[in-house]
């Protein structure tokens, strides 16, 4: 199935744009929920988390304290690449079984962190990367987490360059006091796109 693999930095508007593909009957693969489910109750990452980690990093109802793996990343990180090798394979498995199984012309793969990642670039056909003015991320973000722009400035110097997403993608889209009916029109223009190379 031919995917498009859609990035940008945290309130860049992806999840906005990808609600406006999927509004076209293309089907999200959206790798944020599928990192949550190898780490929930049951999830396929957690006995190799406990193994490698301890039981204390395992919450009452089996699923990642993830608070507590939060400060252990944070500021640690051999830990954070150690609990990336049990984790990114598995969400590879998992984002790759529901491209194969996805209905619809194509599909789109929401990837956060597509270009500090990996070779996701090497696994998708295309690169859509959302760009916006770091102000704007921040202004966004702080709205919808209620974070202090601290907080929000401190997740934005851990993700890749806004130059770094921008190099990387194939197609653009600029979310900068852009109405959601310029959004719409955007959109409209590369699904069109996305049909026919889809279709080739
Ligand atoms: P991301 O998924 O990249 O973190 P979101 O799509 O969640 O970003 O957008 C961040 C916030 O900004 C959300 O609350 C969203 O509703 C808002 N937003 C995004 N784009 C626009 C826009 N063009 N106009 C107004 N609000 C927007």
Known sequence: MFAVGLTGGIGSGKSTVADLFA????????????????????????????????????????SLDRARMRALVFSDENARKR???????????????????????????????LVE??????????????????ETQIARVMLRNAFTREQVQAIIARQASREARLAAADDIIVNDGASLEALDLDVDRLHRIYLSLAAA
Request: aromatic share 4%; net charge negative.
């Open 83 to 113: 609990l990336e090798a049990i984790t990114h394979p598995l969400i590879r498995v998992e984002t790759e079984r529901e491209r194969q199984q996805a209905q619809g012309p194509y599909v789109i793969m929401v990837v956060p962190l």
């Open 117 to 134: 990642s990996g070779n996701w670039k090497t696994r998708v056909d295309r690169v859509l990367t959302v760009d916006c003015s770091v």
């Open 23 to 62: 509004k076209r009957g293309v089907t999200l693969v959206d790798t944020d929920l599928i990192a949550h489910r190898v780490t929930a109750p049951g999830g396929p990452a957690m006995p190799d988390i406990a193994a490698e980690f301890g039981a204390s990093f395992v919450a009452s109802d089996g």
